[in-house]
């Protein structure tokens, strides 16, 4: 499971991360981003559910998508 700091700011900074999350994850559509905006945990089922990839690994790269967008600020 993502932790709290990770979501508020996945959520905070969305718009803003989105253009990475489709790099890094590119079998999502821009329905499934939206429904990840306000729930995280969901867009990590989702992503694995197309990707077949292990949730924990999707949750890491997660977690390095946002920690590169925050060292951009």
Do not use: H, W, Y
């Not at 700091?5 to 939206?34: C, M």
């Not at 992503?47 to 949730?55: F, P, T």
């Amino acid at each position: 499971m993502i932790d709290q700091q990770t979501k508020q700011q996945l959520q905070q900074n969305f718009e803003q991360i989105k253009p990475q999350l489709k790099q890094v994850f590119p079998d999502l559509q821009d329905q499934d981003l939206q429904q990840g905006k306000s729930n995280p945990d969901q867009l990590v089922q989702t992503i694995a559910q197309k990707s077949g990839r292990n949730q924990q690994q999707i949750e890491q790269q997660l977690m390095q998508v946002v920690q590169q967008q925050k060292q951009k600020f």
